[in-house]
């Protein structure tokens, strides 16, 4: 009687399904502007998306190019730091569904165009498992300040004096 109770429990546990939801997401890489003029910024941000709780992830935010980064700030969710590129961040309250990550400035350095890659992606499940999550890049162009055009309406125009530009005064000095 009791191998057929363990016969049964080997069946049923092969038969039935066990429904076992494995940590999946992605990231996003959004600016205000892609194109940008040198010297001047764009805001940037960072996001993700988990169908499953993520209670930490890590990255790394660089560029390349024309571009570089400033001002990186994660999102108040979370802990940990990120300030330098290398984002390694936890929260107590997990995630799941779209969050925020990071914000921060992308300025253009010079004519051209530059890249801004999150790469080395990992999100860290409720389980603790590890997931390795597929990096994004963004282009931003760089464009050459426009020099301003003089206005044609406020360029001097030549007098029709027909004096010498003399005020009206007589150059003769009395020799006639």
Do not use: H
Not at 26 to 33: A, E, G, P, Q
């Amino acid at each position: 009687m009791r191998k057929r109770i363990i016969l049964i429990g080997v069946i049923l546990s092969v038969l039935l399904p066990i429904n076992v939801k494995a940590l999946s997401g992605s990231i996003n890489i959004s600016c205000n502007d892609s194109n940008v003029i040198v010297g001047n910024s764009t805001n940037c941000s960072i996001t993700g998306n988990s169908d499953s709780e993520v209670s930490a992830l890590a990255m790394t935010l660089s560029s390349g190019g024309s571009v570089s980064i400033s001002n990186i700030v994660t999102s108040s969710v979370w802990q940990g730091d990120g300030s330098d590129g290398d984002i390694q961040l936890y929260t107590d309250s997990n995630k799941t569904g779209n969050f925020s990550i990071a914000t921060f400035t992308v300025t253009g350095n010079s004519v051209g165009s530059g890249t801004i890659t999150v790469s080395g992606v990992m999100f860290t499940g409720a389980d603790f498992n590890d997931v390795g999550v597929s990096g994004k890049n963004i282009v931003i162009n760089v464009k050459e300040k426009e020099t301003p055009k003089p206005n044609p309406e406020t360029t001097p125009k030549p007098s029709n004096n027909d004096n010498n530009n003399n005020n009206g005064n007589n150059n003769n000095n009395g020799n006639n």
